[in-house]
């Protein structure tokens, strides 16, 4: 069992391309979340999905969207990544949306040149 | 909204001593409190978390205290080891989520064990 998964491991991006970054969990968890984690700044949530076929913005959701199409998957794309969205990128899962306790993957390392 | 304040923001000590890392936060409703360890290139991963029903919690050398009066909770590590060295975050939701589970973060403590 793997939990989750994050893919690539890390990447370098020209400035104004996209860029999809891949989330998949095998725990058949309803929410899935996206964190950037920045220095100093600790992490904060970019969008979330309590269950399959909803999104929701968290609290630095400009630049980035997501979908999810089915239970395991919650892509989030750059549709044209700026320098600023240089960061490390975590997928998180919960049970449930009103379960408090969650589950973070590996991270990908994202740099916007 | 929820504010997580998280001290120190690096801490270093010997090899079995102990680490004490802590936290405030605002919201006088939250009820959940965890602690998570991120290693050097790795995800946070959850080690030990509180609810408000309870004022201590221990697993083997770690242990989370919290005072819900003075709105602070607080990470206790014993015989500390080098393999305790990583980033700990702490966290809590607000009352009012707004329809999802949010976590509001420290921005972490760097701990640093020396042999």
């Known amino acids: 069992i793997a939990g989750i998964t994050q893919a690539p491991t890390s990447q370098i991006l020209a400035a104004g391309r996209r860029m999809t970054l891949r989330c998949t969990q095998d725990m058949r968890h309803n929410a899935m979340y996206w964190y950037r984690q920045d220095l100093g700044l600790g992490l904060r949530l970019i969008h979330y999905?309590?269950?399959?076929?909803?999104?929701g913005k968290g609290e630095v959701p400009d630049g980035y969207s997501v979908s999810r199409a089915n239970t395991d998957d919650f892509p989030l794309t750059l549709a044209s990544a700026v320098p600023s969205q240089t960061s490390v990128y975590f997928c998180?899962?919960?049970?449930?949306?009103?379960?408090?306790?969650?589950?973070f993957g590996p991270g990908t390392r994202l740099t916007v040149l | 909204g929820e504010n997580v304040e998280q001290h120190p923001s690096t801490l270093s000590v010997q090899e079995g001593d102990s680490a004490v890392i802590k936290c405030t936060y605002s919201?006088?409703?939250?009820?959940?409190f965890p602690w998570y360890k991120q290693e050097l290139g790795k995800g946070p991963q959850l080690i030990i978390d509180?609810?408000?029903?309870?004022g201590e919690k221990k697993d083997q050398r770690i242990a989370v205290t919290l005072n819900k009066t003075a709105k602070h909770f607080s990470l206790h590590i014993t015989e500390t080891q080098p393999e305790d060295s990583a980033v700990y975050f702490c966290a809590a939701p607000p009352m009012f989520s707004g329809g999802y589970n949010k976590l509001i973060f420290g921005a972490g403590t760097r701990l640093a064990v020396h042999p």
């Open positions: 999905s309590n269950t399959a076929g909803t999104t």
């Open positions: 998180a899962t919960s049970p449930t949306s009103s379960t408090d306790t969650q589950y």
């Open positions: 509180i609810r408000s029903n309870v």
């Open positions: 919201d006088s409703a939250s009820n959940y």
